[in-house]
């Protein structure tokens, strides 16, 4: 058997020196990611936490919205008696929308001591609208960034759907 010359042992030994240096260089970064990762880490947490917040924020935000709109709609099927039609108001309207919003925002599991809601009779044109308006308490779920203690939603109904003022 003979043995290769130095020419072909060449790229061996430059192939064995070059992991050589790559698992040199590896025993002295040894402890770097982790430095990297404890510094980066807590930033992480901090972007991904608020984010939660807010995005719990806006989708029950959202959702008080859409809730409180179906409210209104229900309310504004309720019939005037003829003198409040004849004066432009609608009592049972009004009641029915408090009472389906009241309904709606406990079902949700907002507390409904600390929401002040509102509903209000508008008229435009000969025509009536309901308006309804919720400030609600929000309570973030992380609390790390600031969010706003109470958020407002007002909706309301189109004037041409409820028919009260004709």
């Known amino acids: 058997m003979s043995l ?22 590896r025993r002295h970064r040894r402890g770097a990611e982790a430095v990297e ?9 901090t972007l991904l936490a608020g984010t939660f917040d807010y995005g719990m924020l806006f989708f029950t935000q959202f959702q008080v919205n859409a809730e ?3 409210s209104l709609r229900w309310g504004s099927l309720q019939t ?8 432009g108001g609608c009592s049972a309207c009004l009641q ?9 925002l406990e079902a949700l599991g907002i507390d409904l001591e600390r929401t002040d809601i ?13 308006v309804l308006e919720a400030a609600i308490p929000h ?18 109904t189109p004037a041409q759907q409820v028919t009260l003022c004709d």
């Open 4 to 25: 290769p010359s130095d020419g072909a042992l060449a790229p061996m030994r430059r192939a064995a020196a070059q992991a050589w240096m790559r698992a040199r260089s």
């Open 37 to 45: 990762f404890a510094l980066v880490f807590p930033v992480f947490v």
């Open 68 to 70: 409180l709109h179906h």
């Open 80 to 87: 005037p008696s003829d003198r409040e039609r004849e004066v």
């Open 96 to 104: 029915q929308a408090d009472a389906d919003a009241e309904d709606t």
């Open 118 to 130: 509102e509903t209000t009779l508008v008229q435009m044109d000969g025509h009536c609208s309901l």
């Open 139 to 156: 309570t973030p779920l992380v609390g790390l960034f600031s969010t706003p203690e109470t958020y407002v939603v007002r909706t309301s």
